[in-house]
């Protein structure tokens, strides 16, 4: 398991996976250099370890987004709100892609949940 969840009576603390870590670190390095393939192996790695990594999925889908594969980033996406229903972003950026793919209705949906969320109207 990637993290281990520590509860004590008044808070509960997340125990992150260095490992996780240092791949997720090393993959947003990739993907900012534009090194998208190798990025991708790494998001993968972490998704192999961990398949409900919110952040490696989300992370994914981004990458495929920018490297034009709009298909397989909306899957992407859509299992990251699957883990994550509330991540706002996550709904934002899967209504700019479906945007792209020209789904523009739907996506405007998506980009209006997102920043309810953000908002906190929801």
Same mark, same amino acid.
């Given at each position: 398991? +990637?993290?281990?969840?520590?509860?004590?009576?008044?808070?509960?603390?997340?125990? %992150?996976?260095? =490992?996780?870590?240092? &791949?997720? /670190?090393?993959?947003?390095?990739?993907?900012?250099?534009?090194?998208?393939?190798?990025?991708?192996?790494?998001?993968?790695?972490?998704?192999?370890?961990?398949? +409900?990594?919110?952040?490696?999925?989300?992370?994914?889908?981004?990458?495929?987004? %920018?490297?034009? =594969?709009?298909?397989? &980033?909306? /899957?992407?996406?859509?299992?990251?709100?699957?883990?994550?229903?509330?991540?706002?972003?996550?709904?934002?950026?899967?209504?700019?892609?479906?945007?792209?793919?020209?789904?523009?209705?739907?996506?405007?949906?998506?980009?209006?949940?997102?920043?309810?969320?953000?908002?906190?109207?929801?």
């Amino acid at each position: 398991m +990637a993290t281990d969840a520590i509860v004590s009576q008044e808070r509960t603390f997340t125990k %992150l996976n260095p =490992n996780i870590e240092c &791949a997720l /670190r090393d993959a947003q390095n990739c993907k900012m250099a534009g090194d998208y393939q190798l990025a991708l192996n790494l998001y993968d790695k972490v998704i192999k370890e961990d398949p +409900a990594n919110v952040r490696a999925l989300h992370s994914k889908a981004n990458v495929l987004d %920018l490297m034009g =594969n709009y298909s397989e &980033a909306i /899957r992407c996406y859509e299992s990251a709100l699957e883990c994550d229903p509330h991540n706002a972003e996550a709904w934002y950026n899967k209504g700019m892609t479906l945007r792209k793919t020209g789904r523009h209705e739907e996506g405007l949906e998506h980009i209006r949940k997102g920043i309810s969320l953000a908002m906190g109207d929801i």
